[in-house]
């Protein structure tokens, strides 16, 4: 393997959450009497969580309770509702077959675990890193870190793998290399090492 230790995102990586999530930013913004395009919200989300109630926040007038009312409607979002993209699972398993190690780094709670166990691949990460962990949100290096310190792992067979410039942020601040999976058109300004459009070619880098 040319990456022997490969650190996921999760939302818009390894599973398509965003539908789940611009559904239930839509009925929180709909609470408040805010109507709006499905595509106006993902424009946001995309980035961030954060940055898509910054923008509302700014341009809207939301009520206080928004983000409470919006993770409620996100938890209630049903299982099925929230899959793995394809080839996900496949390519998890192969790499633990190599002899690879896979981790979330992800700033989801432990909702992560839930979608995990039931698409039965909960075994094939080492280590989840999700938002109740306790370290600085990406792309801080912190967490990235703490898992190249505890499983010393060698920097230059790391390698992230996310849909945002989040993570090819947290990537270059940790100096290991990064892969965009490019699920969203997302605009960046910083490079990542790799880009792909399918999991599937992921095995090209890992493997070849």
């Known amino acids: 393997m040319n990456y022997t230790d490969i650190i ?3 939302d818009g990586t390894l599973f398509d959450t965003y539908p789940s ?3 239930a930013f839509k009925m929180a913004l709909k609470d408040d009497g805010i109507e709006t395009e499905d595509d106006n919200i993902h424009k946001y989300i995309k980035i961030s969580v954060s940055d898509a109630i910054n923008y509302f926040s700014e341009n809207y007038s939301i009520s206080e309770s928004f983000i409470s009312r919006f993770k409620a409607y996100e938890k209630e979002a049903p ?3 929230i899959v793995p993209f394809k080839y996900a699972k496949e390519i998890c398993e ?4 190599n002899g690879g190690k896979n981790f979330i ?5 432990n ?3 839930k979608y995990l166990k039931a698409y039965n691949m909960e075994k094939c990460f080492t280590e989840v890193v999700n938002k109740h962990s306790g370290f600085k949100r990406k ?8 898992l190249i310190d505890k499983y010393e792992i060698d920097k230059s067979r790391a390698l992230v793998v996310g849909d945002r410039e989040l993570e090819i942020m947290g990537a270059k601040n940790s100096n290991i290399s990064s892969c965009l999976y490019d699920t969203n058109n997302v605009n960046y300004s910083e490079k990542p090492d790799f880009i792909i459009y399918s999991l599937e070619e992921l095995k090209e880098i890992l493997f070849d």
């Open 139 to 146: 792309p801080h290096p912190e967490a990235f870190n703490y």
């Open 105 to 109: 780094l992800t700033h989801r709670g």
């Open 111 to 113: 909702s992560t675990y």
């Open 94 to 97: 192969e790499i633990a077959k």
């Open 21 to 23: 999530i611009i559904y």
């Open 8 to 10: 996921w995102d999760f």
């Open 79 to 81: 299982i099925d509702k």
